[in-house]
């Protein structure tokens, strides 16, 4: 009856992921990295006019969602990469998210999709 339980520790279970995992979510931000940055760099190495074509987009918008997408693309690997700031990851992420729904929304009405 003298033993004192420590609450704080009774029932917690610390989840431990296996190498196996870990290599597969690297290779998946690896490959989402280098798509979004080559989608990203395309933007500026592409004509506008050909950017532009069939599209009420201005090309000045193409530019910022390229720099977004190189932004977010060196966000994805980056800050876990380095071990500085790592919650910027999943920033990042949600950031392509939207960028990805805004380009899944303004694809639908001009038949892309």
Not at 7 to 13: I, P, Y
Not at 49 to 71: A, D, K, Q, Y
Not at 86 to 104: D, E, H, K, N
Request: aromatic fraction near 8%; charged fraction near 10%.
């Amino acid at each position: 009856m003298g033993v004192l339980m420590n609450s704080s520790n009774v029932g917690v279970v610390r989840p431990r992921a296996g190498k196996a995992l870990g290599i597969a979510l690297w290779a998946a931000q690896m490959i989402l990295a280098a798509l979004f940055l080559f989608a990203g760099v395309m933007k500026f190495v592409m004509p506008v006019e050909e950017m532009t074509r069939g599209s009420s987009i201005p090309g000045s918008f193409f530019h910022f969602i390229g720099v977004m997408e190189v932004l977010g693309g060196i966000g994805l690997v980056l800050p876990s990469l380095l071990r500085i700031s790592p919650f910027l990851t999943p920033v990042a992420a949600c950031g392509l998210v939207i960028i990805m729904a805004g380009a899944t929304v303004t694809s639908i009405p001009m038949g892309w999709i």
